[in-house]
């Protein structure tokens, strides 16, 4: 059974850092697509960062720039690394697996995702 852990969450203050991880078991990293996935109080779950096994990356347009997705297959994890936080980057943060590509008209769509961690919180204070 795939299971998804994400930890590394925290309270910072805006234009500092964090670095998520996403520990992932239950499954060998061939074919997949996986992302991280954010929802604030209130409002709908987000796609902010995508990877694909080529390595392939796409971004949501309100963290271009300031967050870096990547993964270390012999780790088995995922990372989120996000840099000049924001207030509005206040949010759960999850993570998300397809063991199938990404396909780009659907990887940005929660309900593509089967397998999802418990998600971690990232607090952002001006």
């Known amino acids: 059974q795939v299971q998804l852990v994400e930890s590394g969450g925290d309270s910072v203050q805006a234009g500092g850092s964090l670095r998520l991880s996403c520990v992932t078991a239950g499954y060998t990293y061939r074919r997949y697509c996986m992302g991280w996935f954010r929802q604030a109080p209130g409002k709908e779950r987000e796609g902010v960062a995508f990877?694909?096994?080529?390595?392939?990356?796409s971004y949501a347009d309100s963290v271009k720039g300031r967050f870096t997705i990547s993964r270390d297959n012999a780790k088995n994890t995922l990372y989120l690394q996000m840099n000049s936080l924001k207030p509005e980057d206040t949010a759960m943060y999850y993570c998300?697996?397809?063991?199938?590509?990404?396909?780009?008209?659907?990887?940005?769509?929660?309900?593509?995702?089967?397998?999802w961690g418990q998600g971690t919180q990232v607090t952002v204070s001006s």
């Open positions: 990877i694909d096994s080529n390595g392939s990356t």
């Open positions: 998300a697996a397809r063991l199938a590509d990404c396909v780009s008209g659907s990887l940005m769509r929660p309900i593509w995702y089967p397998y």
